[in-house]
């Protein structure tokens, strides 16, 4: 039990268009989903956090407008990257938890922007 | 904010040895985890702990929580190529409240050496 998936696992853009990733719930209630970035041999740095009906906590330093994050449904949170620059190539991962639940985190996403 | 320090960053051991690794907070501890993660991959829950002095084993690996609940050590018996990977401690930020934000190590590199 407790799977999150993510998709898609890799994508490349070019710089100045927008790119979405989804993070899913696959067999239980995720209420809260967080949404980390991780660079290349670094810890994960937490952006935002959001609960299910309501809108996005960013982090500070980490800009809601360039980082939009909704997650409509007990299952599912996106994260947009508005339009996308060189910089903000990372892996990005989610975690989803039920309540006072243990997060279980997605397998990431690795965004290249060219 | 509460700060982890892993020791050591990077750690390379033989086949069949024990090895140990450490995660030190500033503070106390509220709810402390432990995931494996493979580079480019998600996050692998391994354990969680709660209580002073508390400790959990899962097949070979041991993680513990100090009294002060300050520190957590991860020790893994007779060591296996499979368990190399970075391993990450995790805490939370806060005593009370849903879903509690983590806050991550900056890691430990494990490498087995067949």
């Known amino acids: 039990g407790a799977v999150v998936s993510q998709h898609p696992s890799r994508v490349i853009c070019k710089s100045g268009t927008s790119v979405k990733i989804e993070c899913r719930s696959l067999?239980?209630?995720?209420?809260?989903m967080f949404w980390y970035r991780q660079f290349p041999k670094k810890s994960l740095m937490l952006m935002a956090t959001?609960?299910?009906?309501?809108?996005?906590?960013?982090e500070q330093g980490v800009e809601k407008d360039k980082f939009l994050i909704n997650h409509a449904s007990l299952t599912l949170s996106t994260l947009t990257v508005t339009s996308a620059h060189p910089e903000d190539s990372s892996f990005y991962i989610c975690?989803?938890?039920?309540?006072?639940?243990?997060?279980?985190f997605g397998p990431g996403t690795r965004l290249t922007v060219l | 904010s509460q700060e982890l320090e892993q020791s050591p960053q990077s750690l390379i051991v033989q086949e069949g040895k024990n090895l140990t690794i450490n995660c030190t907070s500033s503070?106390?501890?509220?709810?402390l985890y432990w995931y494996k993660q493979k580079y480019g991959e998600g996050l692998i829950f391994l354990m969680m702990?709660?209580?002073?002095?508390e400790e959990k084993s899962h097949e070979k690996i041991t993680a513990k929580l100090d009294e002060k609940k300050q520190q957590s050590s991860l020790h893994i018996t007779a060591s296996q190529p499979s368990h190399a990977g970075i391993y990450l401690c995790?805490?939370?930020?806060?005593?009370?409240?849903?879903?509690?934000?983590?806050?991550f190590g900056s890691g430990t590199q494990l490498t087995v050496l067949p």
């Open positions: 995790g805490a939370n930020q806060i005593s009370s409240g849903s879903a509690r934000q983590l806050t």
């Open positions: 975690s989803a938890s039920g309540g006072l639940d243990t997060q279980y």
């Open positions: 959001s609960n299910e009906g309501s809108k996005a906590t960013y």
């Open positions: 067999d239980f209630q995720a209420t809260t």
């Open positions: 702990l709660q209580k002073g002095g």
């Open positions: 503070k106390t501890l509220y709810g």
